[in-house]
Structure formats: structure tokens, C-alpha cells
């Protein structure tokens, strides 16, 4: 049972314009969110988080929106950058900290320039 | 500093032998957790090891075992291999003050 959920497995965008990436959660215990990036034959590296207590973090180009009685968040990465291409994943978990993260399925971003 | 270490980073298997699997977390790391990602399932937590003791455990069956050595090198074994393990196995270290998670390059492992 997938309880993070990222329904789009691809997204492509123009370099410049706005990448906006979603996830769905079905678990209302979870209070942390994070989202990782993935290239090719790498670990994923962590990008951004917010805590249930937070509906936006932003830094630099990437900015994280938190709907929670949606359970919802969405990445959003102004502008686009060629080398944003990458594989995103959408984790939560019940407390910061915790190292047993749920994860979605990922979404492919290319940017294309 | 440097960063987590996995080996080995291929290997080929076949249905019934097992597999062990190697991590050095970033030094001064004691978390240490694994993760199995494939296609279509992103990344599945399998467990997680503090100080030499397994904190938490995923869902998958036994044959899946790890242990953490106490300089928190940590290994995972696969016995009785499937089909179904082909995979990119992940672990990640955790930077405690921060909540964020460290992960290695992985070990790809394709059973045959």
C-alpha cells in the first residue's frame, strides 16, 4: 500500500518556465516532508523539507508547498534549469529526524532547452 | 568528507544463492538505514540500524537480515534469492541534527 503517492511518472518543461511536481499522502500522522533528486546512477541527494507546522519553505529557485488537510505538497522549481533534469521523489515520515522515510514512485523532470 | 560507501556497486546473482551486501555511512553517522528501489515502487524502507541495534523494520520477509558493526558499518544479506530482488539497493546515513538522510550510490543487483 503506497502511502506517498506521485501520480505523474514524467514531466517535461522549457528551460526558464516552471517546474511544479506533486505528491499525494495518505497517512495523517505524517508531520515531514522532503524531497530528494536522482540522477542517473548516483544516491538520491536531498533537495528541500517542510514540517506539517509549515505550508511553503522556500530556497533559492525551489520552493515546497504543503496543503496538509489536502495532504498535499508540490516542489516547485522556478525557473528551470537544463541541468534540473532528474528523477524526484516525494518522502515523508511521522518526525523529523526519522530515518525510515516513505517514499513515492518518482517523477522524471526534463527540461528541455 | 566522505560521503556514504556502497559495494559492491554490480552484481550478478541467480534464483536461490544469497547476497551481501556492504555500507559505510559518513563518519560520525550512527543511523544507518536501507532502502530497495524499483521500478514502478520507488523506494521501499527495509530497516534501519543505531548503535549496533535494528530500530526499524519494513515490510519485507525474512530472508531480507542486516547488522551494524560498531564503527556503524552496517551490511545487508539476501538469502534464497527470487526474481523479484532485482533491484537497486540503497543505504543512506542520517545526520541526526538535521533530519536529512545521506545515501550512497547503491548496489545494483540483478538476479537471474
Not at chain 1, 3 to 12: A, D, E, M, R, T
Not at chain 1, 17 to 42: G, H, Q, V
Not at chain 1, 51 to 59: T, V
Request: proline share 4%; glycine share 8%.
Amino acid at each position: 500500500d503506497q502511502q506517498v503517492k506521485q501520480n505523474s511518472p514524467s514531466l517535461s518543461v522549457q528551460e526558464g518556465r516552471i517546474s511544479i511536481l506533486n505528491c499525494d499522502y495518505t497517512n495523517s500522522m505524517f508531520d515531514y516532508f522532503l524531497w530528494y533528486k536522482k540522477y542517473p546512477a548516483e544516491g538520491p541527494t536531498f533537495l528541500i523539507s517542510i514540517s506539517s507546522i509549515k505550508d511553503k519553505n522556500e530556497d533559492g529557485r525551489f520552493t515546497v508547498f504543503l496543503n496538509k488537510s489536502a495532504k498535499h505538497l508540490s516542489l516547485h522549481i522556478v525557473p528551470s534549469q537544463p541541468g534540473d533534469s532528474a528523477v524526484y521523489f516525494c518522502a515523508a515520515s511521522e518526525e523529523v529526524g526519522a530515518n525510515n522515510l516513505f517514499f513515492g514512485t518518482g517523477t522524471r523532470l526534463t527540461v528541455i532547452p | 568528507k566522505a560521503g556514504v560507501t556502497q559495494t559492491p556497486r554490480y552484481l550478478i546473482k541467480t534464483r536461490g544463492q544469497q547476497v551481501t551486501l556492504s555500507c559505510s555511512p559518513i563518519s560520525g553517522h550512527r543511523s544507518v538505514s536501507w532502502y530497495q528501489q524499483t521500478p514502478g515502487q520507488g523506494l521501499q524502507f527495509l530497516f534501519e540500524y543505531f548503535s549496533e541495534t535494528q530500530r526499524n523494520k519494513g515490510n519485507f520477509p525474512g530472508r531480507f537480515s542486516g547488522r551494524q558493526f560498531s564503527n556503524s558499518r552496517s551490511e545487508m544479506n539476501v538469502s534464497t534469492l527470487e526474481l523479484g530482488d532485482s533491484a537497486l539497493y540503497l543505504c543512506a546515513s542520517l545526520q541526526s541534527n538535521t533530519g536529512e538522510l545521506f545515501f550512497g550510490e547503491g548496489s545494483r543487483l540483478t538476479v537471474l
